[in-house]
DNA sequence: ATATTCAAAATTTTCGAAAGTTTCGAAAAT
DNA sequence: ATTTTCGAAACTTTCGAAAATTTTGAATAT
């Protein structure tokens, strides 16, 4: 269900085996992951916006569970970056800057160029369709704007999501492509803030991408992510609002 | 109490303002907190063993708290990449592998080479007492073997987090420094391993990196760290006995 | 006016037990 | 002999309430 990328059908798959990288989207859990899941696309998408506190007499009602189960998850989401919390005084959703945005997508543009040429060298069929199938979709919808409903919105990102995991996908190092992950994660925060104020509709890198990639050209592919990772670093800075290097605001629900 | 780096006395410290990078020795939630870090010590320290199924009955004698609290540490434990869970079926301690330790050891050398330069270039007096003081603790314990007691096997790991820690402490990228952390404890656990079993003492690798970082030599101090980080994957692969690619144990505790 | 004290209110943290799954092994069927 | 079925035991997951802590705000003192 939650599985976003399909792994190859042929042979070639020793890479999966044995891992001991933490687990992304795995573990099932029913109500505790399901929630996990609910509440890390609300800040994702800023429904739970940053600094906000996080009581749980309005989780619980907002997640219809249980003071246990929320504490596990928003002990997970912490342990990822997307909440921090102190001694006897809960949770909120983490803080965002221009200073962290910069310094995410500086790490970002190694991890996403190191993994994209080790994947493109392990390369499979399956891969190559997978990368297709994804962009495909992607394509189907032009990068939102803010005048786009949410719902277009929401898409968009995932299919975002799903087409640079697809390029990754036969990358062999498990490591990597659990801090990639991480990072992207981090990143879609600051994505979702610049598609509710973007003016501009930026053109379409993702094909460039996705060509450089299918024909196996390492370094077209790595210059254009970084490009990519950069520009859009860009456009939040001038484009969104209160994105400078101190945020010092404090916004109710 | 848990405090390991000692910040910087002078003005400089823009780099620790307005992060959002995942906390990470932080957050002292008394009960919860502190089964967390018990826990990590014991799984770093293989006296939970790797593949361990961890169940709630034993835990709560062992760490004398609830099943609440254990499953908060627990999640956390996952999200670090020390445990695994599944749907209904409990935890687990993380497998380990060479390929494992292959593959982060691979990403070591980046973070740590990466952290490590914009450190020295950042570097302060402050800085500088801190690695000199923590490379005194680490040098008066010489790097233990087989024979040696556990609780000098212990504290020897404590000394050598800490001297690590302490040269990269002036790095302007919370992110980096986050990954960097968190794959450093990643290691400990085969340097762990790799204690119960030594043959050969190694000659003092320390000093070197000690003296070339404090004389700012970038491509030096980097080059060492690199070597350092590889020849303790060699040593692993080498003296560990069952450290194969595939890794089928299954001991109890 | 400003600072301090103290108790009530709000909130977080911890716990033990109820509810729900999975695992195990014996009995029955193939 | 091997597989299947079924129920009991073991274990995990979820919950709501008790215990502990922090925050609030009014009353008092500086």
Redesign the pocket.
């Known amino acids: 269900m939650g599985k976003i990328l399909t792994m190859p059908f042929d042979g070639s798959m020793e890479g999966a085996t044995a891992t001991t990288a933490p687990q992304d989207v795995s573990r099932e859990?029913?109500?505790?992951f399901d929630v996990l899941r609910k509440m890390r696309e609300d800040i994702l998408c800023c429904v739970l916006k940053p600094d906000q506190?996080?009581?749980?007499?309005e989780l619980r009602q907002r997640y219809g569970?249980?003071?246990?189960?929320l504490?596990?998850a928003l002990s997970h989401l912490v342990s990822e970056g997307l909440a921090r919390?102190e001694?006897?005084?809960?949770?909120q959703v983490a803080p965002i800057s221009l200073a962290d945005f910069l310094d995410l997508s500086e790490l970002r543009v190694y991890l996403e160029t190191s993994t994209l040429a080790d994947a493109i060298r392990h390369g499979t069929d399956a891969w190559e369709a997978e990368i297709v199938s994804s962009y495909f979709l992607l394509a189907k919808l032009a990068a939102p704007r803010q005048d786009d409903p949410v719902s277009v919105k929401r898409e968009w990102g995932k299919r975002h999501k799903r087409f640079h995991d697809s390029l990754v996908a036969t990358c062999t190092s498990p490591w990597s492509l659990h801090f990639r992950s991480e990072l992207f994660d981090q990143a879609r925060r600051y994505h979702w803030l610049t598609m509710i104020h973007a003016r501009s509709r930026r053109r379409n890198e993702h094909l460039d991408l996705r060509d450089a990639v299918l024909a196996r050209d390492v370094d077209l592919a790595c210059g254009l992510i970084e490009k990519h990772i950069r520009t859009t670093v860009q456009q939040a800075a001038s484009e969104v609002p209160g994105l400078t290097l101190e945020m010092a605001k404090r916004k109710k629900a």
Do not use: N, Y
Not at 53 to 57: K, P
Not at 65 to 69: A, D, E, F, H, L
Not at 87 to 91: L, Y
């Open positions: 859990d029913a109500a505790t506190r996080l009581r749980f007499g569970t249980s003071v246990g189960t504490r596990e919390t001694a006897g005084r809960g949770f």
